[in-house]
C-alpha cells in the first residue's frame, strides 16, 4: 500500500504535485524482490550460481545495488497506484523527485509533478437559440442532377470543320508549357491535355485565354497560380502559357429517355429516375444540414465552455495524425514525401503545422462532449451496439456474427461504444436546441430503412429469379412431369 497526497499547482492550471510514501512493508518486499533479480546469475567463490545469501552480498558489495534495484520498480508502481487512488488522469510522463528512501531508511517519499486531463467548466449546453433549417430540393435541383448525369455519359465526335473555334460546350486537346520568368517548369507541362471549356477545371483564366482559337493555332496565355497550391514557390506567382489546340470534340449528350433511365438509375422510366434522384438529392442535403447543425450548436456549447488544452495533449494528437499518414503511405506503398504532396500539403512540417493549428479545437470538442456526457448519463444501450454492428456488416458485406466476434475479442468493439456515445450526445445536443433537427434525423433515418428494405427486397428476388432460370437449364427448359393422381 502506499499514501498518497496531492496539491494542486498555482501555476499551472492542470499540473498535480503528488506525495507518495511507499511503507516499510512494501519497501521490504521490493529489496527482496530486487535481490533476487540480482543474485539470480550471481556467482561467487564458495557459492553455487543464484545461490549467495543476501548477508554475504552486502558485506562484498553493499545495500545499494539491491536498492537501486529496488527503486527502479518501486517507485512507477507506487506512483501507478497513487495515480489509481487519487483518480488522476495524467496526459504526459511525471517528473518524479526522491525525497527519501536509501540504506537507512524504512520508508520510501517521493513527490510526482505530473499533467492531468483539464476540467471542463460546462456552460448553458441546452436551448441555445439556434434554428435548424429543413433542406427543400426544388424541380430545379433535380433538373440539375440530371443534366449532371447525362454530362458524364457524354460522348465526343471530333469537329472536322477547319473554322471551329474553342467555345463553352466543346472539348479542346491542347499541349502546353508554362513559364514562371521565362524558365519552363516541367510541372506545368503537359503534351495533349482533354479540356472541357466552360467547367472551370483547370487554372483561373486558362480555358478563357484559349476561347476562339482555332486547331493548330498557338494562344500565350497569362494566369495567377492560386495561392493554396501545392507547388509553394509556384503559390501566387503569374505564369506564361504557351497552348496549342490540337483537336477539338463536340459533346453529345444522351437522350433523356426510359433507356437512360434504366442505364444509369435502374428506374422503369424517367419519372422514376426523377423520383430516385430527389430522394437523393434530399438524403445528401438532410445529412449536410444536419452535420452542419450539429457542429453549429457544440461550437456554440464550446464558446460558453472553460477550458484550456495542455500543450502535451495536442503534441501527443500531432504525433498521432502523423504517424497515421506515415501508416498509410506504407499501405499504399509510398514514399511519404510523395503522399504529402499528393494531399497537397507540401511538407512533414507542414502537415505538422496544419495538425497543430486544428489540435486545439479537435480536442476541446472531445472533452467537452465527453463532460456533457458524463453530466447527462448518456450510455450506448446493447440494441444500439447491436444495430450498429448489423448496419456495419451490411456496409461492409461481411457477416454479422463475425464482426460481433471481433468486438469482442478486440478494441473495436470499445472504439465503437465509445463513437456511438459521442454521436448519441452530438444528437441529443442538437436536439436540445431545435426540435425540427431530431423530426428530421428521423425522417432521414426512416427512408434510409425504407430503401434498405426495398433494396433487400429486389436483391432477393432477383436471386429468386436467378435460381429459378439455373432450375429451368438444368431440366432442360422443359416444365417437370406432374405425378398423376390416384383414381377415386
Known amino acids: 500500500?502506499?499514501?498518497?497526497?496531492?496539491?494542486?499547482?498555482?501555476?499551472?492550471?492542470?499540473?498535480?504535485?503528488?506525495?507518495v510514501e511507499v511503507e516499510p512493508e512494501k519497501v521490504e518486499q521490493h529489496l527482496n524482490q530486487a535481490f533476487s533479480e540480482i543474485r539470480r546469475d550471481l556467482a561467487l567463490p564458495g557459492f553455487r550460481k543464484g545461490r549467495v545469501p543476501r548477508k554475504i552480498f552486502e558485506s562484498?558489495?553493499?545495500?545499494?545495488?539491491?536498492?537501486?534495484?529496488?527503486?527502479?520498480?518501486?517507485?512507477?508502481?507506487?506512483?501507478?497506484?497513487?495515480?489509481?487512488?487519487?483518480?488522476?488522469?495524467?496526459?504526459?510522463?511525471?517528473?518524479?523527485?526522491?525525497?527519501?528512501?536509501?540504506p537507512d531508511e524504512d520508508s520510501v517519499v517521493f513527490t510526482a509533478e505530473v499533467e492531468v486531463m483539464p476540467e471542463v467548466n460546462l456552460g448553458p449546453y441546452k436551448d441555445?437559440?439556434?434554428?435548424?433549417?429543413?433542406?427543400?430540393?426544388?424541380?430545379?435541383?433535380?433538373?440539375?442532377?440530371?443534366?449532371?448525369?447525362?454530362?458524364?455519359?457524354?460522348?465526343?465526335?471530333?469537329?472536322?470543320?477547319?473554322?471551329?473555334?474553342?467555345?463553352?460546350?466543346?472539348?479542346?486537346v491542347v499541349g502546353f508549357q508554362g513559364y514562371l520568368?521565362?524558365?519552363?517548369?516541367?510541372?506545368?507541362?503537359?503534351?495533349?491535355?482533354?479540356?472541357?471549356?466552360?467547367?472551370?477545371?483547370?487554372?483561373?483564366?486558362?480555358?478563357?485565354?484559349?476561347?476562339?482559337?482555332?486547331?493548330?493555332?498557338?494562344?500565350?496565355?497569362?494566369?495567377?497560380?492560386?495561392?493554396?497550391?501545392?507547388?509553394?514557390?509556384?503559390?501566387?506567382?503569374?505564369?506564361?502559357?504557351?497552348?496549342e489546340i490540337k483537336e477539338l470534340k463536340q459533346k453529345r449528350l444522351p437522350d433523356l429517355d426510359d433507356d437512360f433511365a434504366k442505364e444509369v438509375g435502374d428506374a422503369e422510366s424517367v419519372d422514376a429516375l426523377r423520383e430516385q434522384v430527389r430522394e437523393y438529392l434530399e438524403d445528401a442535403r438532410m445529412s449536410s444540414a444536419l452535420r452542419e447543425f450539429e457542429q453549429q450548436?457544440?461550437?456554440?456549447?464550446?464558446?460558453?465552455?472553460?477550458?484550456?488544452?495542455?500543450?502535451p495533449m495536442i503534441d501527443d494528437l500531432v504525433e498521432r495524425r502523423v504517424e497515421e499518414m506515415q501508416r498509410e503511405a506504407e499501405q499504399r506503398g509510398m514514399e511519404f514525401p510523395d503522399y504529402l504532396a499528393a494531399r497537397g500539403m507540401g511538407s512533414e512540417e507542414e502537415a505538422r503545422s496544419n495538425f497543430r493549428e486544428q489540435a486545439?479545437?479537435?480536442?476541446?470538442?472531445?472533452?467537452?462532449?465527453?463532460?456533457?456526457?458524463?453530466?447527462?448519463?448518456?450510455?450506448?444501450?446493447?440494441?444500439?451496439?447491436?444495430?450498429?454492428?448489423?448496419n456495419r456488416a451490411e456496409a461492409m458485406g461481411a457477416d454479422p456474427a463475425v464482426l460481433r466476434q471481433m468486438a469482442m475479442a478486440t478494441e473495436f468493439g470499445q472504439r465503437l461504444r465509445s463513437d456511438l456515445r459521442i454521436q448519441k450526445t452530438r444528437r441529443l445536443l442538437a436536439g436540445w436546441s431545435d426540435e425540427q433537427y431530431t423530426e428530421t434525423l428521423e425522417r432521414l433515418e426512416e427512408?434510409?430503412?425504407?430503401?434498405?428494405?426495398?433494396?433487400?427486397?429486389?436483391?432477393?428476388?432477383?436471386?429468386?429469379?436467378?435460381?429459378?432460370?439455373?432450375?429451368?437449364?438444368?431440366?432442360?427448359?422443359?416444365?417437370?412431369?406432374?405425378?398423376p393422381e390416384d383414381e377415386a
Do not use: C, H
Open 60 to 102: 562484498r558489495f553493499g545495500v545499494a545495488p539491491i536498492w537501486e534495484e529496488a527503486l527502479e520498480k518501486m517507485v512507477p508502481e507506487a506512483y501507478g497506484e497513487a495515480i489509481e487512488q487519487l483518480e488522476l488522469q495524467p496526459i504526459a510522463p511525471p517528473d518524479v523527485e526522491l525525497e527519501s528512501g536509501g
Open 181 to 243: 520568368d521565362d524558365e519552363p517548369r516541367e510541372e506545368l507541362q503537359a503534351e495533349e491535355e482533354m479540356l472541357d471549356i466552360g467547367s472551370g477545371q483547370y487554372l483561373p483564366g486558362f480555358e478563357e485565354g484559349i476561347l476562339g482559337a482555332k486547331v493548330g493555332e498557338t494562344r500565350e496565355v497569362q494566369v495567377e497560380i492560386p495561392a493554396d497550391a501545392p507547388s509553394q514557390d509556384l503559390a501566387g506567382q503569374e505564369v506564361t502559357f504557351e497552348v
Open 360 to 390: 486545439g479545437p479537435d480536442l476541446k470538442e472531445s472533452l467537452i462532449l465527453d463532460a456533457v456526457a458524463e453530466a447527462e448519463g448518456v450510455e450506448v444501450t446493447e440494441e444500439e451496439f447491436e444495430a450498429e454492428l448489423e
Open 1 to 19: 500500500m502506499v499514501k498518497a497526497t496531492m496539491e494542486r499547482s498555482e501555476e499551472k492550471e492542470n499540473l498535480r504535485i503528488l506525495r
Open 447 to 483: 427512408s434510409r430503412r425504407v430503401r434498405r428494405e426495398k433494396a433487400k427486397e429486389k436483391a432477393e428476388a432477383a436471386e429468386a429469379e436467378t435460381e429459378a432460370a439455373q432450375d429451368d437449364a438444368q431440366n432442360g427448359g422443359e416444365p417437370e412431369a406432374e405425378e
Open 297 to 311: 450548436v457544440i461550437d456554440k456549447v464550446a464558446e460558453n465552455t472553460e477550458l484550456e488544452i495542455p500543450q
Open 128 to 172: 441555445l437559440g439556434l434554428e435548424f433549417e429543413v433542406p427543400e430540393i426544388t424541380d430545379e435541383d433535380v433538373d440539375e442532377a440530371i443534366e449532371d448525369l447525362r454530362e458524364r455519359r457524354a460522348t465526343a465526335e471530333l469537329v472536322e470543320d477547319e473554322d471551329a473555334e474553342v467555345a463553352p460546350g466543346m472539348l479542346a
